[in-house]
Every structure is written in C-alpha cells, then in structure tokens.
C-alpha cells in the first residue's frame, strides 16, 4: 500500500493567514492526489483533485501543487469557514488510501 | 443534483455481517462512468478506502478487506450495497458512501475522486 503522510497533524491560525499543508508519498503517484475538507459531524467535501484542479464551486484561495512524491495544499487567506480537518488522498494505486489529516484549528 | 443516503443497522454483534445500503437520488447508478464507493472513519480517526463498484459490476476492494467485503449495485432499485461479514469492534466506525468521478483509465481506478458523499452512517460493533 502506499503511505500518505501529512504534516503538520495540527495548526492553529488565525483569519487572513496564509495556511500550508504537506503531504508525502511513500512512492511516486504523479499527480494522482486529491485533498477533502471535513468539519465535525459532516462528510468530507472534495476540494482539489488531480494534485492542482479547484472543484467546482471551492473559493479560490484554495490551491493545490506538487506532482511525484510531494504536495501542498495552501489556503492564501484563511476564513473562519475554513477552520476544518483536511486530508489528501491518493487515487493512484488501490486501496486509495488517506493522509492522516491536518486539523485546522483557531488561534 | 445527486445525492446519497445511507441505511441499514447501526449496532451489528461480533461475528456477524455489517449490511448497508447507499439510496442515489437525483441521477442513476448507472449513468456514465462513475464508480460507486464506501468509505469508513472510526470515530476520532481518519479515513479508510474500503472499496468500490461500477454498474457494469466490476469491483475494487481494500486487500485489508477484501476477504470479508463484498460490494454490490441494484440497478433496479438505483442503489448499491456493502457486506461486510465477521465483523469486530475494530469495524465500529461511521460508514459513508459517495460517487467516484470517472477514472483516467476508463473501467479502471486512475485518478478517481469522490464526490458527492452521504451524510454518513454510524455502525457499532457491540454485543
């Protein structure tokens, strides 16, 4: 199977931040990867796919990058809506397995 | 606009079999490429892959579970279902089912993504 890992687990920030999240691959997945945002008691909600694509719909200060091994999510300005746990996926090989989540929390 | 909903039992015994049902409305099971898939999270932790199907009936599952898991489509009822037998306290977990977006590699799993997703539900492994 290959590994997700995301870095940092947490992170606390305040509104107008600018937020970066990390995920590494334990191999090459191209540019297979895919990042959900979920809040509490809700279903995850995609927010990019294939590494940089903005889903239809998600605010732009939203945006993915990376391709191989390594890959970013960032958030240019953070709202108070954005404060949420966020995971990347991989959809390269099966089983599609999950990073271990970032939780976005407010400082 | 698409929408699933999950149902089945919440509390299921140790060693017996986890059933679970996604209901599509708003767009047909079997409309273009897309996969149907299940997803699972113990509570406080993250998510796990469980595995998915096509309408053509072709399926993919997690090797973890692939000897316990069956997932299948009910073109009729427009809908798919979960099986997930000798079920542990280790399967307690919430239960979502969601859409896969059409692969890289039609039929294939390249590049899938889910969206939308049920609303999610619990499932208690406990005698």
């Known amino acids: 199977d290959i590994q997700m890992t995301q870095s940092p687990s947490s992170l606390s920030a305040s509104v107008g931040d600018r937020v970066t999240i990390t995920c590494r691959a334990s191999?090459?997945?191209?540019?297979?990867l895919n990042w959900y945002q979920q809040k509490p008691g809700k279903a995850p909600k995609v927010l990019i796919y294939a590494a940089s694509r903005l889903h239809s719909g998600v605010p732009s200060r939203f945006s993915g990058s990376g391709s191989g091994t390594d890959f970013t999510l960032t958030i240019s300005s953070l709202q108070p809506e954005d404060f949420a746990t966020y995971y990347c996926?991989?959809?390269?090989?099966?089983?599609?397995?999950f990073g271990g989540g970032t939780k976005v929390e407010i400082k | 606009q698409l929408q699933l909903q999950e149902s089945g039992s919440g509390l299921v015994k140790p060693s017996q079999t986890l059933s679970l049902t996604c209901g599509v409305s708003?767009?047909?099971?079997?409309?273009?490429?897309?996969?149907w898939g299940w997803i699972r999270q113990p509570p406080g932790k993250g998510l796990e892959w469980i595995g998915y199907?096509?309408?053509?009936?072709?399926?993919y599952y997690n090797p973890a579970l692939k000897s316990r898991v069956s997932i299948s489509v009910d073109r009729s009822n427009n809908q798919f279902s979960l099986k997930l037998i000798s079920v542990t306290a280790a399967d307690t977990a919430v239960y979502y089912c969601a859409r896969g977006q059409p692969p890289a590699n039609p039929g294939g799993l390249l590049g899938v993504w889910f969206d939308p997703w049920g609303q999610g539900t619990l499932v208690t492994v406990s005698s």
């Open positions: 191999q090459s997945i191209s540019s297979f």
């Open positions: 708003g767009g047909s099971v079997t409309s273009g490429d897309y996969s």
């Open positions: 996926q991989q959809s390269y090989s099966a089983p599609h397995t």
């Open positions: 199907i096509y309408h053509s009936g072709s399926t």
